[in-house]
C-alpha cells in the first residue's frame, strides 16, 4: 500500500475565477461564499478534505488585485503568503478570460521555490475565450475544469495527491474548516448583502457576529451588525423604510440555518464605523486579515 499523504493545497487566481466555488464543490458543503463579483473572499480559508489515503488542506485566497487601501493589501499579503506556504499549488485562469502577467509572475514565484503547480482551467462550461492560448505559454500541460458540472474535478483531485509530500493526516477527518461558525455566519450575511445591494457598496460593508444564543436547542438566536463607513451607506444598507435591510436578512437566513442545522433567529443592525476597512486590526479582528 502507498505512503499516506497531506498536505497544503493554496487556490490562487484573480478575482472571480472560480476559486471559492471549486472549493465548495471539492468539499461537496458551501464554506466559501460565492457571487458573480470579483473580490468576495477576503481572507483565507481552510477546507479541509479527507479521502483514503491522502488529505488535502485546501486554502481559498482572496483573487490577486490592485488598488491602495489597506484592505487591498492585507488581501494580497494573504496570497503572497499562501503561495509562499503551501505544498502544491493550483493557479486557476478562467476559460472565458486571458492569461496576463499577473499569472506569469505568480507562476515564476512558485517555481523558484520548487512548489508543484497545476495551472488550471475554470469555467470549461462555458464558450472558451477565442483569443486563449491553451496550455498557456511556458506551459506543457494544464487541468479544465467546471465547478458547476464537476467535469475535470477528478482528474486534477488525483494530479493534487500526487504532488503532496508524504504525511499522516493533520486534521481529524470529520473536520471541513478551521473558521469558527459565528464566522461563516457573519460570511453567509456578506453574501446575502452583496446580491442584495448593487455596485461598490458592498465592498464597503463588514459584518460582524455580536450574538450567538445556543441556550435553546431548537432556536438560535443571532445577532449581527453591518459595519459601513459612512452616513449615506448606512442609509443605502437599511433602504427605505428598513426594505433593503428586511432583504438582506430574509436571503441569509435560510442560508444560515442550513450551515447550523437549526431554525435561527435573525437580527440585523446597520452601524457606522469610519474608516474600518483602513484599520489593520480592525480587519484582524474582522477575520479578514
Ligand atoms: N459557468 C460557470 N461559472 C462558474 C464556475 N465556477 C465559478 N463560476 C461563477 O464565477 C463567479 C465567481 O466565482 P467565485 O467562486 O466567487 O470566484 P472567486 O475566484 O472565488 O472570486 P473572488 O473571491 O472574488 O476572488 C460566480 O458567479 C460563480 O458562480 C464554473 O465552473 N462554471
Ligand atoms: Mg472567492
Redesign the pocket.
Known sequence: MSAHRAGVVAIL??????????LNRILGEKL??????????RSRILGIHTVPGAQLLFV?T??LHHGGKALNAALNEQVVETADDCDVALL?VDLTGSWGDDHATLLARLRARSTPVLVVG?????SRAPGLAWPPPGCDTAFE?????GSGIDVLLEAIVAGLPESPPLYPEDELSDRPLRWLVAEEVRESAFETLSQELPYSLAVEVVEFDESQPELVRIRANLLVERASQKQIVIGRGGEMIKRIGVRARPAIERLLGTRVHLALWVKIEPRWSKRPQRLKDLGYA
Not at 466559501?32 to 473572499?41: C, D, G, N, R
Open positions: 487566481g484573480r478575482p472571480n475565477a472560480g476559486k471559492s466555488t471549486l466559501a461564499i460565492v457571487t458573480p463579483k470579483p473580490q468576495t473572499t481559498d482572496p483573487g486557476l475554470t469555467k470549461s462550461d462555458r475544469i467546471s465547478a458547476r458540472t
